[in-house]
């Protein structure tokens, strides 16, 4: 069974760096793009990015270039989202998800929330 | 940009038909996909290539894709199918993926 357990929720303060992870299981995990996804509270889905775990080929939103990091550690099947200086409108859940064929997000995380507030 | 539009929100009596409508420049050309949110849940893909369905979703769930719209159609809604819905395209020219403004389905 593929899975995707993403870890827990963070509470930060504005200006502090985090770094959330995606561990994928059930499946090749060098095979297939990992997918980030941002929903701000009581709003739609924004694709942030994508890797790609076996190479570490990394495409990003022009929304969410320079803002955030997308990268993998293939050896534990991880992928990770971080930023350097979090900003309060950063509050959402975040999202990964495996794409399947470059097209669509067939298998989802259960979502991390970030919080940053003073 | 690629944009998707989408309606805010669908109201449909319990065993009625929904459809969502998901509006794009030549949409017809691409392939739609769309996938259920629940509220407190993570997205579920519903339909995926325009009209094919994961396995596990109920033949309830339909889809179609043509001209500058595509659509997704509930039949036989239940109040279970009350949730937020995405449409969802991967944009060739700018190697971007593109998620429509979401809607909404009440079950009165």
Known sequence: EVQLVQSGAEVKKPG????????????SFTSYWIGWVRQMPGKGLEWMGIIYPGDSDTRYSPSFQGQVTISADKSISTAYLQWSS?????????????????????HWGQGTLVTVSS | SYVLTQPPSV?????????????????????????????????????YDDSDRPSGIPERFSGSNSGNTATLTISRVEAGDEADYYCQVWDSSSDHYVFGTGTKVTVL
């Open chain 1, 16 to 27: 502090e760096s985090l770094k959330i992870s995606c561990k994928g299981s059930g499946y």
């Open chain 1, 86 to 106: 979090l900003k309060a409108s950063d509050t959402a859940m975040y999202y990964c998800a495996r794409i399947y064929l470059g097209e669509y997000f067939q």
């Open chain 2, 11 to 47: 109201s449909v009596a319990p065993g009625q038909t929904a459809r969502i409508t998901c509006g794009g420049n030549n949409i017809g050309s691409k392939s739609v996909h769309w996938y259920q949110q629940k509220p407190g849940q993570a997205p579920v893909l519903v339909v």
